[in-house]
């Protein structure tokens, strides 16, 4: 970890992009070359609910990466760094996105959405890239529009196992109390629907996913960075070509984005 005083050192010795005054800019990465606007990675995760920072201080340890841009967060019975990398389903457990889906799609999911309180943020970091490796992503704001906030809301599920021995209820769309924050749960697997309502909606939700484009971005050169706002993008992976991929990418869950 760096200590109090290193990040900014940090930020200003390895951004490769203009750094004004005190804070931490990039280009807006859906308009990248073409427009002079350059927003923090904060900014972009409030207006768009990513923010991918290609070739981030490609030097950095992840976790140093991180601290650069926020506060890792360590979620229980995790490694604060977990390395992602394409393995065939037979090849892991079936606990893991890879036990179900192998070298196959990752279907549109918010990370571990069958906890009561899912991490806030994400962050993906490339240490091996792969050209034919895609991470998808999609605002749930198009989804809470053409659904309905108030269907989602009402849409109660529950873990696949139980947690803790017992199950909880838990809606796809979770307003908190803190300023008219809200969260969204999604995942095809681990999230099952408690009655036939929700089945009904869970057909809605995959109706809609299985019919809307999501945005890709391609983690290629090493250090390139991606936040995510897990509470209102959903992510997954395209399928992986080929098993001899040597894709490596770094996940460290985080409370605060600066
Ligand atoms: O590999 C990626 O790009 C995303 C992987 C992912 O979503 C996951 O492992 O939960
Ligand atoms: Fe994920």
Not at 33 to 39: N, Y
Not at 207 to 212: A, N, P
Not at 229 to 244: E, I, K, M, T
């Amino acid at each position: 970890m760096l200590a109090f005083g290193q990040e900014r050192a940090v930020k200003l010795s390895c951004w490769r992009l203009p750094v004004k005054a005190n804070s931490l800019m990039l280009m807006n990465s859906q308009s990248a070359a073409a427009s002079s606007l350059r927003m923090t990675p904060k900014q972009l995760l409030e207006q768009q609910g990513y923010a991918f920072i290609p070739s981030f201080c490609p030097d950095l340890e992840p976790t140093t990466a991180a601290a650069a841009l926020g506060v890792p967060e360590q979620v229980d019975g995790l490694r604060l760094v977990q390395e992602l990398s394409p393995t065939m389903s037979d090849l892991t457990t079936p606990n893991t996105y890879s036990g179900n889906f192998g070298l196959g799609t990752f279907p549109l999911h918010t990370d571990l959405a069958h906890w009561v309180m899912p991490p806030r943020y994400l962050m993906l970091r490339c240490a091996v890239g792969d050209p034919d490796a895609s991470t998808q992503m999609l605002d749930s704001r198009s989804l809470v529009a053409a659904v309905g906030s108030n269907v989602l809301a009402r849409c109660l599920t529950r873990p696949r196992r139980p947690m803790k021995r017992s199950f909880q209820l838990l809606p796809i769309l979770q307003k908190l109390s803190e300023r008219s924050q809200r969260l969204i749960r999604w995942d095809s697997i681990y999230l099952r629907p408690v009655n036939e309502y929700a089945q009904a909606v869970f057909r809605s939700i995959e109706e809609y996913l299985s019919c809307t484009q999501p945005i890709s971005v391609i983690l290629l050169r090493e250090g390139d960075t991606l936040l995510l706002d897990n509470w209102r993008v959903l992510h997954g992976r395209s399928p992986v070509r080929y098993s001899a991929s040597s894709r490596r990418i770094n996940r460290i869950y985080m409370s605060t984005i600066k």
